[in-house]
């Protein structure tokens, strides 16, 4: 099983600010996907393959890395961007998500 | 316009059998590369993958609960059931169900609005 660690585990940042959140995985891969979620809602789809956009999601965000090493970097935070981030791989089954990183308002 | 809705009881009794069913909209089965995954959610923890089914009918199970899971489909209705055995506290949760397009990756593009689940006497 790919383990997927996330850091920080929250972040306090002012809109206007940028955003870095890492994902570590334990396997080396380049499945990766990033999601938001917001208190009361389903997971929202923002990055696949670790660097491609998901349909409607602002250019704001966005992913690199390959290998063991990802970063979903949010850029000019807009209030509704304080949420909570989730990693997940997809390159094989049991697929696993990171433990997930707070992003809050300073 | 792709929707899904998940539906089932919002309390289970510990031993008993949690039977969900996700009713989606805006896909088939019919078209190669369209499967349905279930992931949960314990009260303010992380997302946890537990089972796919394809449209091919391929199923696939998290190794930690597999004995206890079960995924199938109906097409004519458009409906994919998941059963969770011999249920215990711990998996109260929210559940959801999400579509993967197998052609492009498997990532959950689209994401019902959960059902959250509990279990206790």
């Known amino acids: 099983e790919i383990v997927l660690t996330q850091s920080p585990g929250t972040l306090s940042l002012s809109p206007g600010e940028t955003a870095t959140l890492s994902c570590r995985a334990s396997?080396?891969?380049?499945?990766l996907a990033w999601y938001q979620q917001k208190p009361g809602q389903a997971p929202r789809l923002l990055i696949y393959?670790?660097?491609r956009r998901a349909s409607g999601i602002p250019d704001r965000f966005s992913g690199s890395g390959s290998g063991t090493d990802f970063t979903l970097t949010i850029s000019r935070l807009e209030p509704e961007d304080f949420a909570v981030y989730y990693c997940?791989?997809?390159?094989?089954?049991?697929?696993?998500f990171g433990q997930g990183t707070k992003l809050e308002i300073k | 316009q792709v929707t899904l809705r998940e539906s089932g009881p919002a309390l289970v009794k510990p031993t008993q059998t949690l039977t969900l069913t996700c009713t989606f909209s805006?896909?088939?089965?019919?078209?190669?590369?369209?499967?349905v995954g279930w992931i949960r959610q314990p009260p303010g923890k992380a997302l946890e993958w537990l089972a796919r089914?394809?449209?091919?009918?391929?199923?696939y199970y998290t190794t930690s609960l597999k004995s206890r899971l079960a995924i199938s489909r109906d097409i004519s209705k458009n409906q994919v059931v998941l059963s969770l055995t011999d249920v215990d506290p711990v998996d109260t949760a929210t559940y959801f169900c999400?579509?993967?397009?197998?052609?492009?990756?498997?990532?959950?593009?689209?994401w019902g609005q959960g059902i959250m689940v509990t279990v206790s006497s």
């Open positions: 393959g670790a660097s």
């Open positions: 997940q791989q997809y390159a094989r089954t049991p697929y696993t």
């Open positions: 999400a579509r993967i397009r197998a052609t492009t990756g498997n990532y959950f593009d689209h």
């Open positions: 805006g896909f088939s089965f019919d078209t190669a590369g369209m499967c």
């Open positions: 089914i394809d449209w091919d009918d391929d199923k």
């Open positions: 396997q080396t891969n380049n499945y």
